[in-house]
């Protein structure tokens, strides 16, 4: 972005020209897209605890934060796009996580054929009836 009465190139942040003073005006649409996409990459931060929500949400950031970045080519602001990729990372690791973890306490899970088996065992006992329409034996 550049002064409109100067020409000098001007921060995205900066409310006035450092050269002349003169006041900048701001890009509503392309800001609001801007703060848009920022505010869900915070937000799908937030919602890490929850991947199925925080995965669209930064893909969303993502999207938002690249259209800003080439409506606004001089200026380019990466944080939209890096906070929806860090958001997408910690949530795919989230999730990666969490199915090592069910999976541990699964294998450890103190032999859960063998109890279900004793239950049946007990059952097939008590109900001679159920074994002979089964037709098995343990
Ligand atoms: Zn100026």
Redesign the pocket.
Known sequence: M???????K?EIQDK???????KVENINTTNSSNTLSIILGIVAIFTIFIPIISIPLSISSIILGRKYNKENQENINNIPVLLGIISLILSIIYILVLILIILTIYKNTPKMEEYIDNKWNNIIEKNPETNNDNGQKF
């Open positions: 550049y002064c409109k009465k100067c020409g000098n001007i006035y020209c450092s050269k002349c003073g003169n």
